[in-house]
């Protein structure tokens, strides 16, 4: 068996490992202990007024600085270029893309972050139009799956029957990975994915588990609906922010609610970046005049009369008009800011959550649904939660894909990343022997182990869209904020355009 090609995490440029924050080690940080206590300390911190400041030479100056060069951060800084600013992008990692982020390796094309352009994704596809970048509709060709539940293999049409099934009533008919689709596509309180921010809807904003318990859902059902979570629990994730990408799908046209990659049948045309999603950002990074400064994490910004001062973990200092700050809110927490973050910001930003996800990348060297007579693909309550075979990547047999979401995620983060590729290998082979000596591993990737996004997305609380959801993407003085996180109405890759384009047209508003 060969080694992985492992691709965990890019690795943190000094300063920022461990990062010290207000006396607090942010590695070992609990968010709720700093919840609320954060804000306060956080507009007392203080750093040398700007004049004073003598490290790092004479800075760079410049109209806007960009912070992040993720979708979100490039897309400001094309258009504020495109109305004449002198614009310059620093990227804390050695590469651009940030959650676009594709693993190549003999002959095969992993897409480790986003991958899916939605029908409605007007900017995603007008960048792409702009920049001759091509989309095509020939995406990851998924299996149908069998069910490991309990440590018991089960097809779908058995799973009713089966008496592994600990769901009630109506629910047994649901198979496990519908359930929390179908259950909240059901409670759905609006239809206009704008309303989230509506305080009518505030009732709605409680953990999504107790919202289940609310409504008589078993905790069989709880448990199941849990394990492939786009969130780190149902516990912990407010309803809202479910209803959010609910109301968000609806638009696209399902009105089944089901997922796509099970196979299910809806009929949303989804398209794909011709030769790998990086492709995307590389091609507008290309196309920024002032460009990209890799391998600059920002560590501090400070802000006084009319300037902005950002100061790079180098000790290099560059001078703008105006920021975008496009880095996750995850990543903020290792930013120092004078003045500090306003309160509402500041619990956003060490509130916020964010969904691990790992994945595990392997090409299939031998049919082994074919020895067990079972589908190629799998979804269980054990450790892995789901493998998908990819009929149409990596050779002859296809590929396949490991994928935990949120707290599975999170337990594997725990372990040592020496031993996480052989738990995981451990635990398949355990579950269908057939797999002994069927796969290669090529790739993995933590999300949550990048300490420059912190986990695939954001995700609210319960309790934090009424808490602070409206004022976390206000601009604080001449700082104004952009990315995923901040999203209105679209979701995904979509979301980090449509913020930027907000970001830009409140700078371009203030000159
Ligand atoms: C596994 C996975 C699957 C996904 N699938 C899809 C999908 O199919 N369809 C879809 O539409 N979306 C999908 N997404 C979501 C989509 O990829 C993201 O919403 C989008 O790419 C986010 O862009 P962004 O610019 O807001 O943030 P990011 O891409 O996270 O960019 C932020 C950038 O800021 C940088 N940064 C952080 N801190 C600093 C600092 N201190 N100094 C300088 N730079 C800093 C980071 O390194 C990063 O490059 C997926 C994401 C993941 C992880």
Redesign the pocket.
């Known amino acids: 068996m060969r080694h992985a090609t492992m691709v965990n995490g890019d690795s943190p440029d000094g300063i920022l490992a461990g990062a010290v924050v207000m006396g607090i080690d942010t590695k070992n940080i609990s968010r709720r202990a700093v919840l609320g206590a954060s804000a306060l300390a956080l507009g007392s911190w203080t750093v040398p007024a700007l004049a004073k400041t003598k490290a790092g030479g004479t800075p760079d100056k410049w109209d806007v600085v960009v ?7 490039l897309h400001a800084a094309e258009l504020l270029e495109q109305q004449g600013l002198k614009v310059v992008v ?4 050695d590469r651009v893309g ?3 982020r594709t693993g190549r390796a003999e002959g095969y094309t992993a897409e ?5 352009v ?1 029908p409605y994704y007007g900017r995603i596809r007008d960048a792409c139009t702009r920049l001759n970048v091509g989309l095509t509709e020939d995406g990851a060709k998924s299996t149908p799956f069998v069910l490991d539940i309990g440590g018991k293999l089960i097809l779908p049409q058995d799973w009713a029957g089966s008496d592994a099934n600990h769901t009630e009533g109506k629910e047994r008919e649901i198979l496990p990975y519908l359930l929390q689709n179908r259950l909240f596509f059901d409670w759905l309180p609006f239809e206009d994915p704008a309303e989230w921010l509506n305080p009518d809807y505030f009732p709605h904003d409680v953990s999504a588990a107790e919202y289940m318990r609310a409504r008589g859902v078993s905790e069989a059902a709880i448990r199941l609906a849990d394990v492939d979570l786009n969130g780190p629990s149902l516990a912990s994730v407010s309803a809202m922010s479910i209803f959010r990408d609910m109301a968000r799908i609806k638009v696209e046209g399902y009105r089944d609610p089901t997922k796509p990659q099970y196979g299910a049948g809806n009929a949303v045309t989804r398209s794909y970046i011709v030769g790998g999603s990086d492709a995307l950002p590389r091609a507008m990074a290309a196309s920024i005049k002032g460009g990209v400064r890799l391998n ?3 560590v501090a910004v400070e802000q006084a009369g009319d300037e902005v001062e950002t100061r790079l973990a180098n000790g290099k200092r560059l001078r703008s008009r105006f920021m975008v700050m ?3 809110f995850s ?1 903020l927490r ?2 120092r800011f004078n003045p500090g973050l306003p309160l509402a910001q500041a619990n956003a930003v060490f509130g916020a959550i964010y969904s691990a ?1 790992t994945q595990f990348h392997f090409r299939v060297l031998k049919p082994f649904w074919e020895a067990d007579g079972l589908p190629p693909s799998i979804w269980t309550d054990r450790f892995f939660e789901r493998g998908f075979v990819i009929s149409n990547r990596a050779g002859d047999h296809g590929a396949f894909i490991v994928w935990l979401n949120g707290d599975g995620a999170t337990r594997l983060h725990a372990m040592k990343p020496e031993d996480q590729l052989s738990f995981v290998m451990r635990e398949l082979e355990e579950s269908r022997p057939s797999m002994k000596g069927a796969l290669q591993p090529l790739f993995n990737y933590s ?1 949550e182990a990048n300490p ?2 912190g986990g ?2 954001h995700c609210f609380a319960a309790g934090q869209v009424k808490m602070f959801a409206k004022d976390m993407a206000l601009p604080h003085g001449r700082v104004h904020f952009s ?2 996180h901040l999203r209105r109405m679209e ?6 355009m449509e913020t930027a384009e907000i970001a830009a047209l409140e700078i371009l508003e203030k000159i």
Do not use: Q
């Open positions: 912070v992040g060069a993720g979708l979100s951060g620093v990227e804390a990692s940030g959650r676009l480790l972050g986003g991958s899916e939605g600059s994490p920002v496009a880095a996750p990543a290792r930013i996800t999300w420059f996004v695939n997305k990315g995923e979701p995904g890759m979509e979301s980090a």
